[in-house]
């Protein structure tokens, strides 16, 4: 697969395409939605609660920490996760905007 030339396009555009590469995954969605729901777990939590191999697991956190959505902090010889409230509020302003710039009238596409 080639390059994407991010350059051709803002950074606005860029942001919300690697916020949306981020999340991309139901298993990302899975911990995110487990996360909000438990305000914060231990990765064995997920685990077994996700059905997943540690190493998937661990690199789907991996993924979510490097984005910034999830934080993680080292509790003994464990990781205990949650959600970082301010990235959550901008990932959440930026969908929202997005979302809300285009206005769909009920009419036939093609």
């Known amino acids: 697969m080639g390059l994407t030339k991010s350059d051709l396009f803002t ?23 487990y996360l909000v729901k438990k305000n914060a777990c231990v990765t064995g939590d997920l685990v077994e609660e996700l059905g997943l191999a540690q190493a998937t ?13 999830i934080q993680g902090t080292v ?8 959600i970082d409230p301010k990235v959550w ?15 769909i009238e009920d009419s036939s596409c093609c």
């Not at 606005?12 to 969605?29: G, S, T, W």
């Not at 697991?57 to 959505?69: M, P, R």
């Not at 509790?75 to 949650?82: D, F, I």
């Not at 509020?89 to 206005?103: A, C, M």
């Open 75 to 82: 509790e003994g010889a464990s990781v205990c996760y949650c």
């Open 57 to 69: 697991t661990s690199q789907h956190l991996k993924e979510l920490k490097n984005a910034g959505i």
């Open 89 to 103: 509020k901008q990932y959440k302003n930026v969908f929202h905007t997005f979302f809300g710039e285009v206005k």
């Open 11 to 33: 950074k606005e555009q860029n942001d919300l395409a690697n916020m949306a590469k981020a999340i991309a995954h139901p298993a990302r969605i899975a911990i995110l939605q």
